[in-house]
């Protein structure tokens, strides 16, 4: 049943709806980044992660762009026919522009980024006479990405998401339709990966077939934005979204699936938003050729094999070969217009050269909230587009993060999430900016600014307390025991005591490195 008075509007917004752009424009200007003004100059480790970026990106470029043919079965010869082949070719080769696409930002930053280097450019035995040295020394062996692992995990990755993605549509009408932008998050996102690219986050945006703008009248809105928590949001279903079920024709056998979402006050659930995506996600994995009883993918002759877990809003893909192992965590997200944060009580204002198109939600429980609705209802905001653009001319800033996630790692902080020490960074960054000393990222060494954030790590813990970025009355830490807290800050007070005696700066190694790592490191001491 079509009601005639509602298909206009309907086909209007389908009209207007940009389906599967890779939001490459987004990253741009992402040489501006630390290190990028040529005041600076680049640091001696940017020389080698240059050359690694150019050479990594470029490979897997060029594996995004050859034609391979698809390997369909296992052991029998294929008996597709000749035009079946070249439309799964063609499709194929469609996923994969889309992700050379989203991939191009780093060729075209390659000369700025620090997040590769190469193996060999490791020192044999280094000449290591303050701080400084040791940090730079610690950096190369133990925390830069190297470049062979970079080329080889981004291939992997894309050779195994493409064939995902591609099966997605296939099995899902809903899907194939409505999916759009895919873009990486997290640390890699924001080039604050260390050590290995064993990780990835990828954000999937799932568009909706309603207008996601404001309305004037804002209860007249196709779907109503309540912050009943700072940090997060419900989703209530506006006339037009409750309608879709008798409002788009025969559409709606499509469009039924966003109907399903919601629950009898017409919230959007993002408990029933994640189960259709992962159900979706394990009926295009049943489609793969199977080895050893699991689904598996071949790249370059090697059989990786996929198995899947859950973790919170992420549908967890997990890519293994011998001595190969790649985390990639799939998360749905929902996108509205810029223009709308104010009415997800986003109280920072967005600086003009921050500002994107879209932000977005993604389906995680607000556990801190204060009914059963708040954590069934609620979805995460997530800005990472504009808090990526902040960490634009920043100079040093991402290296110091790279420093104290190093140490967080190795001293096992495991309740301090890199998303909160980024936060950490983004205050500290804003303060100076307000105080007229932000060129210290610039002019600083980098033992003057891990021993500065250090500082600003401990006064957080000590007050318990790491304001959200974009609503300060949002603790990030505030449902952290007090045990643990005072543990993470007996640890960072530790290192703080060492760093203090100049003479005494090679123990700091004790601190950054785990305990494998420094029984191997202290002979080079």
């Known amino acids: 049943m079509c009601l005639c008075d509602e298909l206009p509007r309907a086909r209007h917004w389908r009209l207007r709806r940009k389906r599967c752009t890779m939001n490459g424009d987004r990253n741009n200007d992402e040489g501006r980044g630390n ?35 698809l390997e369909t079965t296992t052991s029998t010869p294929s008996t597709t026919s000749t035009t079946t082949v070249a439309q799964s070719t063609q499709k194929r080769r469609g996923v994969l522009s889309t992700l050379a696409e989203l991939l191009e930002p780093l060729a075209n930053n390659s000369t700025n980024m620090e997040d590769a280097i190469s193996s060999s450019s490791v020192p044999v035995s280094p000449n290591i006479t303050n701080l400084n040295g040791l940090l730079a020394d610690i950096y190369v062996r133990y925390i830069a990405l190297k470049k062979e692992d970079f080329r080889l995990h981004y291939r992997v990755f894309t050779e195994v998401f493409s064939q995902i993605h591609n099966n997605m549509k296939e099995v899902d009408k809903y899907y194939n339709r409505y999916s759009s932008n895919i873009q990486f998050a997290g640390s890699h996102y924001d080039r604050l990966r260390i050590k290995k690219p064993d990780e990835f986050d990828v954000d999937i945006v799932i568009d909706l077939p309603v207008n996601l703008r404001r309305d004037r009248n804002l209860n007249e809105s196709d779907i109503i934005l309540e912050p009943n928590f700072p940090g997060f949001v419900q989703l209530r279903a506006g006339v037009q979204y409750q309608k879709l079920l008798v409002r788009d024709g025969v559409d709606c056998l499509i469009n039924r699936t966003a109907h399903e979402w919601l629950d009898e006050k017409n919230y959007i659930l ?49 890519i293994e070969a011998p001595n190969f192992k790649l985390d990639v965590d799939l998360v749905p997200a929902l996108r509205f217009p810029e223009d709308r944060c104010i009415e997800a009580n986003v109280i920072r204002p967005i600086p003009p050269e921050c500002r994107r198109e879209y932000w977005m939600v993604v389906p995680k429980p607000n556990k801190g909230g204060n009914t059963i609705h708040d954590e069934k209802r609620s979805w995460r905001i997530a800005l990472q587009d504009q808090e990526k653009q902040f960490l634009n001319n920043t100079y040093q800033l991402r290296q110091t993060i790279r420093f104290l996630k190093k140490f967080r790692d190795s001293q096992n902080m495991n309740g301090i999430a890199s998303y909160y020490i980024k936060t950490l960074f983004l205050l500290e960054y804003v303060q100076l900016q307000e105080t007229h000393q932000s060129h210290m990222w610039q002019t600083s060494d980098m033992a003057t600014l891990f021993k500065h954030m250090l500082r600003k790590f401990y006064m957080a813990l000590d007050k ?60 080079l001491l």
């Open 35 to 69: 290190g990028g003004g040529r005041d600076n100059g680049p640091s001696w480790w940017q020389y080698g992660a240059a050359a690694a970026a150019i050479t990594a990106t470029a490979g897997t470029l060029y594996y995004l762009t050859r034609q391979p043919q």
């Open 270 to 318: 993002r408990s029933k938003f994640t189960n259709w995506f992962k159900s979706v996600g394990n009926r295009a994995l049943n489609r793969f050729p199977r080895r050893e009883n699991l689904p598996a993918c071949s790249v370059e002759g090697v059989y990786y094999t996929i198995r899947t877990s859950e973790s919170g809003p992420a549908w967890t893909i997990i």
């Open 464 to 523: 318990k307390e790491i304001p959200y970025f974009w609503n300060r009355r949002h603790n990030l830490i505030g449902n952290i025991s007090q045990g643990l807290i005072n543990e993470y800050k007996s640890k960072v007070q530790q290192l703080l005591s060492v760093l203090d005696d100049p003479y005494n700066y090679k123990q700091v190694a004790k601190y950054l490195l785990d305990d494998h790592e420094y029984q191997t490191y202290r002979w």
